[in-house]
């Protein structure tokens, strides 16, 4: 239940008060929201029967579908376990993790069924076949509104038990299974624990009662790690030799936030100095037993900041502005060793590596390059070895390229393009997002863009501050007050591939996925007349900030103060989102001048569905009790049933095949619906 504030039509902090006149859609009930569903459900369909649009979606879909194809296969990663017959470990599952963070998963099994989970663990007591072997999965069963359910099932009994109500994460350690569970939704501060084989006996183990941090568990060699996580800072919590939750490090402001060692755990701390080492025995020790210095300060100027190392190789994952290196650095004094470079992808480390009492040969890397099929990348100490997984032939027609642009503060701000070889695209669309310290990776980008691209499209990355592209600082520099810097970064951004690409503002549209949505919409504010692009892609856009960060009844607010700022408590944070709030400063008049596509799920509770609601009127220049359609340049907005922050099942494919369509067409100018 969201709270009373959430649809007060005066917010009141005390010192300050505002009206909110479009409060009453926040409870998303009633008859001007049920009349909103359906106007806006029949534009769609009306736009969809175009002509223009629906000759375009059956090809659209097939080059989806053929681009999903290629990443669908789960066995990029193995979980193995104590085989009790034959006294040796064998693979039980083998995995791949897909949008939204969740696995495809598939049991070492003859059908080879496919499933998908949010976690899953297994018994690492074995059994004497696969068949017999417990596995725990966690399931969102709330269609995408993070509603989780823990399952223990084997191939032979099926169904074993069952919990609901439970976090996104599991482990299983010594006769327990431990799970999650949530004091408010979406904030996961309770670790408990049952028996791993009935289900019964919970306990809870360990209670976090700072809102500011929200639990993780991370499976380790001895079993599971308790992370704390706070946009940045965190906290590493672990059994002790009485099974009870200690804490075993101090609260840091950038790191790795776990690396594995046999028998210790560790994590890498960065100092003026350079990147450090510290290791810690989990069981036996709260402090730190051993640090090493393993990356200068130059080094990391040169490849960026770390996110996985492995001390055992001596290899490390960096990135910097778009590009991933892989890096041997046996000596911290001589300069790495380039193993691997990857422009513009996504290189995943094999996350169950060391997890599960099997210790491997070598180091597995999922990689997602934009200009080849996906691979995987085998590293030992003295080799290194590709293994394509699939074929992707159209890969090879596509270039990438990085171009600097420079920020309105005299910041150099990099951003990365993929578009047919030696062609003049006929549509420029940036992605931007610029939050939480996450790297704006275009990965496997076909999954998403095919369609475009393979109609002459080029699709940009804008490596903006408040992102993760360039290491910590970076992150820090576009967050709570200092997010104008990010928009300017986009702006920037925009106009330096209009310049290289030779692309003008009519044929230019920007996307915002979550917290994107804060860019893109502030950018419509700042740019209303459509002469630095024409058009907006919108999903579930995080839009209605002054409003979210004022009502701590909402599931996200107090655990995101260190990201977007608490204006309840902070005069700096207030007089920002004031200013650059989407929704609130969207001009009067509304943005006549700019197309807007933006889609929403009704199940949705990191941000609601009201917030692209309440947008698009204030973009239409309309109130609630108005029809749909008075504005200048379209706004369409779909709001799907049963779907949540991430569309999944055949809705995914449907809706992005039919957004790209209208894209295309409207690009083209041929949808004459509009």
């Known amino acids: 239940m969201l709270g009373s504030e959430t649809h007060n039509n005066i917010r009141d902090l005390g010192s300050v008060a505002w009206r909110n006149d479009l409060a009453d859609l926040e409870s998303m009930s009633g008859p001007k929201w049920n009349k909103i569903l359906r106007d806006e459900k029949a534009q769609m369909a009306r736009v969809a029967a175009d002509p223009a649009v629906s000759v375009r979606i059956p090809a659209y879909k097939e080059a989806l579908l053929a681009a999903k194809k290629v990443i669908s296969t789960a066995g990029w990663f193995s979980i193995f376990y104590p085989n009790r017959r034959s006294r040796s470990t064998k693979p039980a599952i083998h995995l791949s993790p897909i949008n939204g963070g969740a696995f495809r998963w598939s049991y070492d099994h003859g059908d080879r069924k496919m499933y998908i989970s949010d976690d899953l663990d297994v018994d690492h007591e074995g059994a004497d076949r696969l068949e017999e072997l417990q596995i725990y999965t966690i399931d969102d069963v709330g269609g995408g509104s993070h509603d989780y359910k823990l399952t223990c099932r084997s191939i032979a009994d099926g169904e074993i038990w069952t919990k609901t109500g439970v976090g996104p994460s599991v482990s299983v350690a010594d006769g327990r299974a431990y799970y999650l569970r949530h004091e408010k939704r ?28 929200n639990l993780q568990i991370v499976k380790v060699e001895s079993g599971f790690l308790l992370r704390a996580e706070n946009n940045g800072h965190s906290m590493l919590f672990a059994r002790d030799e009485h099974n009870k939750i200690k804490r075993i490090d101090r609260d840091v402001n950038w790191h790795i936030p776990m690396l594995e060692i046999p028998h210790y755990v560790g994590r890498l701390v960065m100092t003026n100095e350079g990147i450090w080492e510290y290791r810690f025995s989990p069981r036996s020790s709260p402090s730190y037993v051993y640090q090493k210095k393993v990356l200068a300060s130059g080094t990391v100027e040169t490849y960026g900041e770390p996110y996985y190392y492995s001390s055992d190789f001596n290899f490390m994952l960096t990135r910097k502005n778009g590009i991933i290196y892989g890096l041997r650095i046996p000596d911290f004094t001589k300069i790495p060793e380039e193993v691997f470079k990857v422009p513009g992808g996504e290189v995943v480390p094999d996350m169950f590596y060391n997890s599960t009492y099997v210790y491997a040969g070598d180091l597995k890397f999922y990689v997602e390059d934009p200009c080849a099929g996906p691979y995987l990348i085998h590293l030992t100490p003295d080799s290194m070895e590709r293994q394509i997984l699939s074929r992707y032939p159209e890969a090879a027609n596509y270039e990438f390229n990085r171009i600097k642009a420079i920020s309105a503060d005299g910041t150099d701000v990099y951003t990365g393009y993929i578009k047919i070889r030696r062609h003049k695209p006929r549509g420029l669309m940036t992605v931007i997002y610029g939050a939480y310290g996450s790297p704006t990776a275009m990965g496997f980008i076909y999954r998403k863009w095919a369609p475009l691209l393979e109609n002459g499209w080029a699709i940009a990355f804008a490596y903006v501050r408040g992102g993760g592209d360039n290491g910590w600082t970076w992150a820090e520099a576009g967050r ?7 928009i300017e970064d986009a702006e920037a951004c925009i106009k330096a591939l209009q310049r290289h690409l030779h692309i003008d503002a009519a044929h230019t549209y920007i996307y915002g996925r979550s917290a994107g949505g804060i860019q893109v919409g502030a950018l419509a504010n700042r740019n209303p007349d459509g002469r630095l692009f024409n058009g907006i892609y919108a999903e579930v856009p995080y839009v209605d900030v002054l409003q979210t960060t004022t009502n701590p009844s909402l599931p996200l607010t107090e655990l995101e103060y260190d990201e977007f700022g608490d204006p309840r408590h902070r005069a700096a944070d207030l007089s920002f989102w004031a200013r650059y709030s989407p929704v609130t400063n969207v001009p009067e008049g509304g943005l006549p001048a700019i197309f807007i596509l933006c889609r929403a799920g009704l199940n949705d509770t990191q941000v609601y569905a009201y917030e692209p609601v309440k947008w698009i009127l204030r973009a239409r220049g309309l109130t609630p009790a108005s029809s749909v359609g008075a504005s200048t340049s379209p706004k369409l907005l779909a709001i799907e049933e049963g779907q949540g922050h991430f569309y999944s099942g055949p809705t995914e494919i449907e809706a992005r095949a039919l957004d790209l369509a209208i894209l295309d067409a409207y690009n083209s100018q041929q949808i004459v619906s509009l």
């Open 186 to 213: 979406l904030w996961y501060n309770r670790l408990c624990s049952c028996d791993k084989d009935t289900g019964g006996g919970e306990r809870t183990e360990f209670v976090m009662k700072n809102v500011r941090y």
């Open 480 to 486: 709570r007050e200092q997010r104008y810097k990010s």
